[in-house]
T-cell receptor, first 113, second 114 residues
Framework: AQKITQTQPGMFVQEKEAVTLDCTYD???????LFWYKQPSSGEMIFLIY??????QNATEGRYSLNFQKARKSANLVISASQLGDSAMYFC??????????FGTGTSLTVIP | DGGITQSPKYLFRKEGQNVTLSCEQN?????MYWYRQDPGQGLRLIYY???????QKGDIAEGYSVSREKKESFPLTVTSAQKNPTAFYLC?????????????FGPGTRLTVL
């Protein structure tokens, strides 16, 4: 079974609009971390935002926020006020069990001018 | 500036050759990782190390080998036993390798087998 699931292979968003990228995870451990990374065409993985399983509030970092719904095991990334430079692949990752990271298959985001 | 460097950026290998990919970090992190990424896919873990002179296999370790003689360095050797080595290889590090530690990545090495 997939530990991290991203069900949106591709998404389009109009410039200056907000967009939500979906991510669900699977773990029975009480302690875990959830992460989002951006991968532009250059290939480097850029860390965006982190949410710990015990954090009470949703994480925010500038235009990025993480909509954490523990009961649903979801950790969706919300990008507000999209910019052309946001066009990239986005990966959800989880530090779930056995000190290992698991990555989703990614969502390709295209920002339309 | 603290960070992770990988070299070379592009690497071409003939079939039957072993090649070594370099990964160096100056973040003073204990844990280091190697991932493989194939086109249109996510990352798969090859090997990881949480301490010097110790490392563990990930999901796709066959055909690869690593060493961790120094805290700062975690080279990956792609051996001739790796049947399909053409891929993008990413090295990462984290503070202590805990599930709540952020992994930071290098710029990657693109390996092509001719």
């Amino acid at each position: 079974a997939q530990k991290i699931t991203q069900t949106q292979p591709g998404m389009f968003v109009q410039e200056k609009e907000a967009v939500t990228l979906d991510c669900t995870y699977d773990t029975s451990d009480p302690s875990y971390g959830l992460f989002w990374y951006k991968q532009p065409s250059s290939g480097e993985m850029i860390f965006l935002i982190y949410q710990g399983s015990y954090d009470q509030q949703n994480a925010t970092e500038g235009r990025y926020s993480l909509n954490f719904q523990k009961a649903r095991k979801s950790a969706n990334l919300v990008i507000s006020a999209s910019q052309l430079g946001d066009s990239a692949m986005y990966f959800c990752a989880g530090g779930l069990e056995g000190n290992q990271f698991y990555f989703g298959t990614g969502t390709s985001l295209t920002v339309i001018p | 500036d603290g960070g992770i460097t990988q070299s070379p950026k592009y690497l071409f290998r003939k079939e039957g050759q072993n090649v070594t990919l370099s990964c160096e970090q100056n973040l003073n992190h204990d844990a280091m990782y190697w991932y493989r990424q194939d086109p249109g896919q996510g990352l798969r873990l090859i090997y990881y190390s949480q301490i010097v002179n110790d490392f563990q296999k990930g999901d796709i370790a066959e055909g690869y080998s690593v060493s961790r003689e120094k805290k700062e360095s975690f080279p990956l050797t792609v051996t001739s036993a790796q049947k399909n080595p053409t891929a993008f290889y990413l090295c990462a590090s984290s503070m202590a390798g805990r599930v709540t530690d952020t992994q930071y990545f290098g710029p990657g090495t693109r390996l092509t087998v001719l």
